[in-house]
């Protein structure tokens, strides 16, 4: 069924390329060049068209470069770039015009995207990073999200999983702010949706709003910071095709090494202090012709690792263009990764058509569609897979000699399972529609309105199989079975409706500009949830019908939210040196009870452009200097649980719907679970921000630096309560943290000689995360791995605590001066150090260290020569600590694997050794300094090649444009950390591993 | 183009006037809830679901000498059993946390059951209902733990750190409320058919029976016993294992049990029982200390019967023995089970395998469908008649009054039941009846909720949670080096000033530091 699919998406593709071949452009004269600035940069972009024939143009490539075909001989060309003063060239029949264009002082720049509009990079008040096209596409990756890791100050990207589909990563933009959700919003072409939505080469540009001057016209959904995506649009008169590939190979990285049978075996016996297995077993293991069957020696995550092709691909293909009444971009985007492991695979196939009708002069409509259907597919059980077999240790067999499948672990066989135990898919097709009406009611007064939709229609098939096993090896004819043929469906559709009404007026008095924004916007959001069981479903049919009626289960569910908002802004500009803006929004949530639920967020910035000074203006090297301050509020009313998911109706007092058996049959039962708690409202960021730009050395370098304090109050958490109240904790406004941090970003470009470019770029970034207020309920809590995280004030949200280890018992004399942690304690144990009286607990606990990364860095290296470019991109973690006792603790008893360190564990023998005593008991696995270690890491985490070909050659070909190139993703890693455990995702093997990625691709233009 | 910007306009208008008030669609929230009967019972029915917990109950065996667990998952009840356990070990606040639960359920509903408008006999029925239910929690928690908060009512925020209150208090707590329930007939001595499974007049007197015995308040245990026996309403089934086994749920000598049902409402009871070859996980195992308290089948232990071979010790043994535990080539619902076969998935060593060698036959339902979920839908006994008899006679026993024949007729009741049939006790010793009633309780309740507080009450624990922990005699499997000898488990080691309870949960403590100080030497 999948294969079917893959084959139609595939299909239209082909189609589309054979579109495009068919796409024949009469030829006149050709004219090619290349544009360049002041400093012999390349100008990116620049538009060439001929003048009275509007239809005909280019723009120019990455290299400045352009081509323009079917040219009339007599024509005059028209270039213009903004921020660049327009030029008008005869073309006179020369075939080559290289041009020069020269910076216009009084348009500068680029244009970023703000809230509700945009505005020039140089007249910005708050803290933005602002990427572009170029730069999200330039590491293939299958997610948006992943290819903004590194790539701006103050904006983390960490991947817990590489499994196709979820290595979406989780973005986090300044630091921990809350306790509880952290994600930031983002809002495609201003609607709210999900990052990944969208595919890379969709995507103009990507703005990152930060601060609250920024963000704060978002209000209370932006103090997690704010990711605004504006898609491509048509261009007037430039038609543009263009195509783009790439395709890679995956190979697991950080996947756990273990020992194989027969140091297992011997290490088993050490920790159970008697022979589990014997002696003559153990020697079998010396012949290398021994009976496999009997002596077996396996690896078995690792042979999960290789059955999967691990195979990715990507095609783009896109249209646009269009007159100055109607312009048009289409684009299909088809990603497919084949994962590492068999059966966990992801497609995604996103088609967008956007569309800009003039329909008077004074009447503006745009009109955008987009479909995603995406299908991710597991085997079985996928959640258990990898941690299952991480488990089974090297006398597992998966498959004997013979062909027949092994019982693992007692209980079915993962390997078996992945193959043939089922198949789960999760679909999800969304569609949104997109639909804004511009109207200038007077010159720089205009009225806008905007209805957006989305749904998304999310069907989950889980469907898993019956698989029997021989009870015995060699079989006695017994089988055993385990699991049912049982299918569950899941259907959930999601609806989010988004209305806004916006009133823009600018004016120019002299001197001033000023800008007034004025808005109203509501948003509401629905999801239904069902889903059905049955089993019994006879091999091969794949319906709820077909399974037997008196196994059948059902349930759903559905929740609501509205949230209503009415915002201003105002800009005041002085001279373009002055500049001053003022936010302020007010939103009400359906998740607070009615007199909780208004909400006020105002923010105040302003900048001085201090270059444009006379004092500073003959300043030579300096180009561009401006200082930057802002103070803001901004709002927080998502509220998670427990369990992490989203919650609706925190405020209300709920009895939830169970059953319970009498006599035999269901009665329904409705209970109490979570404590109430009605005098919630939302939570409050404030912060402060100051920052400079800068430009110097004759354009060659900018710097941007911000530091900022950002407090979050009245955060929404669920803050434990004690067991005996016997509710789970409800959600209250608990909590005071502070996040304080500065962000430097670093840009250097330059050339040698006339070939050569090359440039560098580098950000960095802190963020200090402090708990300030619990309201009392400082605590420290100990999870199933024993591992202790505190909420502790003056120190990280979630920070390590332990013990502190003192050494290893290693004399009579230790065993007597130390006290012990536990009963079975004795030589070979960790010696925790003692701060109180009494049995070992919290009061002996310290703090250990934060998960919660400092100095987070990116560097940028690009370079190009003639017709070769090459980029790399380095990511890293200067401070972050990560508790490795799942990781690297020793199993103990049979059910689990040995490492390397295991090897040197302390015996009486090896009294100096590394790791404590092998031991049935946990001891020696408490939260503790031994088990946190440094997680700071360099990775090399992106290489390119690429070769253009030379115009001579391709334009024979009518293609404007053709690049090939490869890349190696996550090539090299440097760390302290063993070389099995990624220091990006440290996992204990619960997860897909991470993975190296070589991708070959080309791109088109025509 | 004039009616866009009206209609623009009219927009701004629209948007003015939306929704914000939603309310949950799958749940009722407080304001519309406690306004009817229905809501009334359905919230007791919630709190029912409380009275089982399979992750605890049968683990709990593992911390007496009975069985042994190899996995430290889903509640590391190992280390509580070999005397490692430390205060964050996870069995104590899973305990802690289960009990405290079920007390806040019943608790709601005795908070708000005023509201409603209902009988003033359906009102006390279902009060006492919660009443019973709240106590037996406690019966669990003081046994457990010793001196623990006592919550009677939801608590108000200021409310949450609430101190130990002393355990002999909550025992008289409990006596209280299972007193007065009983004494004004709260509750019937039986349900519809339809109802059945609910607090009975006659589980809320055996627990009053038992909760006396565990507070050593002798009298009001015989008299508690005596009214269960007086009243017939109880019988010992003349099918031991069917009691457990999901085919006679509704047995007249089960007296109160969690329920379930086939395919909707289950647990995973074979599953952490049952053997590699029932595609159990063996994660509860019979040991030697069980085994051993079986007497022979002349009534003579082990150590006093001609019956007994050490080579072939389970041979001529109380037939208890069998009925609990799977001995080495008997089948379990058509499988044959034997660890003695060096192939089998069952052998020692072998994965999810004994390290006893061996299994429990008790509470493996009839027909389990294989598969790690949970699929066994027998009930879970918490209360039946035989240990009522039994608390009668150690209540007599204990209390120095006359050991008539009502002594005597209730241990034989026990150890008369069809399928069974041991000798009859005669002797009207009081130090020999209690080391029978004792053995009693011990080979007759295993995997139930008794052994732990026995070992506790009787000051027995020290002795026998103490030293290694054997399993099978190895007369099978020459290339081991313990053949001939009884398999080691593992060493377990009982501190006598600490071990007799369990400490608060660190968690706890780290949310309430009104519990401390914590129990002697946590």
């Known amino acids: ?159 817990s999983t590489g499994q196709p589909g979820l290595n979406t990563g989780t973005i986090r933009i300044r630091g921990i702010g809350t306790l509880n959700n952290n994600e930031p919003l983002v809002l495609i072409d201003g609607l709210e949706g999900d990052i990944n939505d969208v595919d890379a080469n969709d995507v103009t540009s990507m703005s990152i709003l930060k601060d609250a001057a920024a963000s704060s016209i978002y209000g209370i959904r932006a103090a997690n910071g704010v990711i605004l995506i504006t898609t491509k649009r048509g261009e007037e008169n430039r038609t543009k095709i263009s195509y783009s590939n790439y395709f890679g190979w995956q190979d697991p990285s950080g996947v756990s090494k273990f020992l194989g049978a027969q140091n297992f075996m011997k290490l088993a016996n050490m920790t159970y202090g ?186 989950n098939s889980i469907q898993d ?104 802004r105002f800009n005041y500009s002085y001279e373009g040196k002055y500049l001053f803006e003022a936010n302020v929004r007010r939103d009400g949530s359906s998740r607070f009870a009615k007199d909780q639920r208004w909400g006020i967020f105002p923010s105040f910035s302003a900048g001085w452009r201090i270059s444009e000074e006379t004092f500073l203006k ?136 006339s070939d050569f470019n090359y440039s560098v770029g580098f950000n960095l970034s802190d963020v200090k995360n402090e708990v300030v207020d619990l309201k009392g309920t400082d605590q420290i809590s100990v999870n199933n791995n024993n591992i202790a995280t505190g909420l502790i004030v003056g120190k990280p949200i979630n920070s390590f605590y332990g013990y502190e280890v003192l050494g290893m018992y290693k004399t009579q004399e230790d065993l007597t001066a130390y006290q012990k942690f ?160 990624d220091p990006e995702a440290p996992n204990e093997n619960r997860y897909y591993p991470q993975v190296k990625t070589y991708t070959f691709g080309v791109n088109i233009e025509f | 183009m004039k009616k866009i910007v009206y209609f623009l306009l009219l927009s701004f208008l629209i948007l003015t006037s939306c929704e914000l008030d939603f309310q949950p669609k799958d749940s009722l929230v407080d304001t519309t809830y406690w306004t009817s009967e229905e809501d009334v019972k359905k919230a007791v029915n919630y709190a029912y679901r409380r ?58 509903v005795l908070d708000n059951i005023d509201k409603v408008t209902l009988s003033e006999d359906m009102k006390n029925r279902y009060s006492a209902e919660m009443r019973v239910l709240r106590a037996y929690a406690y019966i669990q928690l003081t046994g457990f733990f010793g001196d623990v908060p006592l919550i009677k009512h939801i608590q108000t925020i200021e409310e949450f750190k609430a101190p130990r209150t002393e355990k002999s208090e909550i025992i008289d707590f409990i006596i209280s409320e299972l007193d007065e329930v009983t004494k004004n007939n709260h509750l019937p001595a039986e349900y519809s058919d339809g109802e059945y499974g609910r607090v009975t007049h006659g589980a809320a007197l055996g627990l009053l029976a038992r909760a006396a015995l565990y507070g050593e308040k002798w009298d009001t245990a015989i008299e508690a016993s005596k009214k269960v026996i007086s009243s017939e309403e109880y019988d010992i089934d003349a099918d031991y294992l069917s009691l457990f086994n999901g085919t006679n749920k509704k047995s007249n000598e089960i007296m109160l049990a969690a329920q379930y049902i086939k395919g909707t409402y289950t647990n995973p009871m074979a599953t952490w029982i049952g053997g590699p070859s029932l595609t159990g996980w063996g994660q509860v195992v019979p040991l030697k200390g069980l085994l051993d308290a079986y007497e022979c089948t002349d009534g003579k232990t082990i150590e006093q019967s001609n019956l007994y071979d050490p080579q072939n010790p389970t041979a001529n043994r109380d037939p208890r023995l069998a009925l609990t535990i799977v001995l080495p080539g008997s089948s379990v619902n058509g499988i044959t089970i034997d660890i003695t076969n060096l192939n089998s998935p069952d052998r020692l060593g072998a994965s999810n395998a004994s390290f006893s060698g061996y299994y429990y036959r008790k509470y493996i339902p009839t027909d389990i469908e294989g598969s790690w979920d949970s699929n066994s839908y027998n009930d879970i006994v918490l209360l039946r008649y035989a240990e009522v008899l039994l608390t009668y006679a150690e209540a007599v026993v204990e209390s120095g009054g006359s050991i008539d024949n009502s002594v005597l007729e209730a241990i034989n009741k026990v150890r008369g039941r069809n399928g069974v049939g041991m000798p009859a006790v005669t002797t009207t010793d009081r130090a020999a009846l209690r080391e029978i009633i004792r053995r009693e309780r011990h080979v007759e309740f295993p995997l139930e909720d008794n052994r732990i507080f026995d070992i506790r009450r009787w000051k027995i624990a020290e002795k026998v949670m103490n030293g290694t922990a054997y399993g099978i005699l190895n007369n099978f499997d020459n290339s081991r080096a313990d053949y001939g000898r009884y398999v080691k488990v593992e060493d377990r080691s009982f501190n006598v000033s600490r071990d007799y309870l369990w400490p608060i949960p660190l968690n706890e403590i780290g949310l309430n530091e009104n519990l401390l100080p914590n129990n002697p030497g946590w």
């Open chain 1, 822 to 981: 536990s009963n079975n304690v004795t030589l070979g144990d960790l010696i925790y150090k003692k701060n109180v009286e009494g049995a070992y607990g919290f009061d002996d606990m310290v703090y250990l260290g934060s998960n919660i990364p400092r100095y987070t860095y990116g560097i940028n290296l690009a370079a190009s020569y003639k017709n070769i470019d090459f980029s790399a991109f380095l990511q890293g973690v200067g401070k972050v600590n990560i508790n490795t006792v799942v990781m690297e603790r020793a199993p103990v008893n049979t059910d689990g694997n040995f490492k390397e360190i295991h090897l040197d564990s302390w015996t009486e023998a090896n009294p100096n050794a590394s790791f404590p005593r092998l031991s049935s008991g946990n001891q020696n696995y408490q939260s503790s300094s031994f088990w946190v270690k440094s997680g700071a890491y360099l990775r090399l985490k992106n290489v390119q090649l690429g070769y253009t070909l030379p115009d001579s050659f391709v334009n024979r070909l009518s293609i404007a444009k053709c690049r090939f190139y490869v890349t190696g993703s996550n090539l090299l890693t440097f760390t302290k950390l063993p070389n099995d455990i």
């Open chain 1, 465 to 568: 199989y019956a698989l029997t096993y021989n009870k015995q090896f060699p079989s006695n004819g017994e089988t055993t079975t385990f699991g049912r043929n049982q299918l569950t469906k899941q259907s959930n559709k999601y609806y989010q409706g988004n209305y806004q009404g916006l009133v823009n007026y600018n004016k120019t008095f002299g001197s001033h500009d000023i800008a007034l924004l004025g808005g109203v916007s509501y948003l509401r959001e629905q999801q239904d949830d069902l889903e059905a069981y049955r089993y019994g479903i006879p091999a091969g049919l794949t319906e709820i019908d077909a399974g037997s009626e008196d196994s059948q289960t059902n349930g759903g569910t559905a929740w609501q939210y509205g949230l209503m908002s009415y915002f201003g």
């Open chain 1, 1 to 159: 069924m999948k294969k079917k699919n893959s084959f139609k998406w595939k299909g239209l593709l082909s189609i589309g390329i054979w579109m495009v071949s068919i796409a024949m452009f009469a030829q006149n004269i050709t004219v090619r060049g290349t544009v360049t600035d002041a400093n012999n940069e390349p100008v990116i972009g620049a538009s060439i068209v001929v003048e009275g024939n509007p239809s005909l143009g280019t723009i120019t490539d990455i290299d400045g470069r352009y081509l323009l075909s079917n040219v009339p001989a007599d024509a005059t060309l028209q270039f213009s770039y903004v921020g660049m003063i327009t030029q008008s060239i005869p073309v006179n029949g020369k075939t080559t015009i290289d041009l020069i264009m020269e910076s216009d002082d009084e348009v500068l720049d680029e244009v970023v995207v703000v809230g509700y509009g945009t505005q020039k990079k140089v007249n910005l008040t708050g803290a933005i990073s602002a990427l572009n096209n170029e730069e999200l596409i330039s590491k293939p990756s299958g997610q948006l999200s992943a290819t903004l890791q590194g790539m701006a100050p103050g904006v983390t990207i960490t991947t």
């Open chain 1, 618 to 753: 003959d300043v030579a090297f300096l180009n561009n200097l401006k200082l930057r301050a802002s103070w803001g509020q901004l709002g927080n009313d998502q509220t998670i649980n427990s369990s992490g998911s989203l919650t609706y109706y925190p405020y209300q007092t709920q009895y939830s719907a169970y059953s319970y058996p009498f006599g035999g049959s269901l009665q329904s039962a409705m209970g109490l679970r979570v404590y109430p708690n009605s005098n919630l409202t939302w939570e409050t960021t404030e912060m402060t921000d100051v920052g400079f730009d800068a430009t110097i050395l004759s354009g060659k370098l900018d710097v941007v630096f911000d530091y900022y304090v950002k407090n979050t109050k009245d955060i929404l958490l669920s803050l434990p309560i004690p067991y005996s109240v016997g509710l789970s904790a409800p959600v209250q406004n608990a909590a005071k943290v502070r996040n304080n941090g500065w962000e430097l970003a670093l840009n250097y470009r330059d050339k040698i000689g």
């Open chain 1, 274 to 459: 008697t022979a589990i297995y014997s002696d003559a077993q153990i020697k079998a293991y010396d012949d290398p012709n021994r009976n496999a069957d009997k002596y077996p020696d396996t690896y078995l995550l690792g042979d999960l690792m290789d059955t999967g092709s691990g195979f990715q691909q990507q095609h783009s293909l896109s249209f646009s263009g269009g007159n100055n009444r109607l312009k048009y971009a289409l684009s299909a985007n088809y990603f497919e990764q084949q994962g590492v492991i068999e059966n966990m695979d992801f497609q995604r196939l996103t088609v967008r058509l956007n569309t800009d009708a003039q329909i008077s002069d004074r009447f503006r409509l745009n009109a955008d569609l987009s479909a995603r259907l995406q299908d991710r597919s597991e085997p079985a059980t996928a959640w258990d897979l990898i941690n299952n077999l991480a488990v089974a240790n090297p006398l597992s067999i998966s498959q004997y000699s013979d062909g027949s499948w092994g019982i693992i672990r007692g209980s079915s066989n993962p390997l078996r399972i992945a193959k043939e135990g089922g198949d789960h898919s999760y679909k999800s097709d969304l569609f949104t529609g997109n639909f804004k009406g511009v109207y200038t009611l007077a010159e720089g007064l205009t009225v806008t309105g905007l209805v957006g939709v989305r749904m998304d229609y999310m069907n």
């Open chain 2, 51 to 108: 009275l089982g917990n399979t992750d605890l109950q049968a683990f709990i065996s593992c911390a007496t000498d009975d069985s042994y667990s190899w996995s430290n998952w889903p509640s590391d009840i190992q280390y509580a059993g070999n005397g490692s356990a430390t205060t964050s070990t996870g069995v104590f606040l899973n305990t802690w946390d289960h009990y405290y639960k079920m007390i806040a359920s019943c608790n709601d």
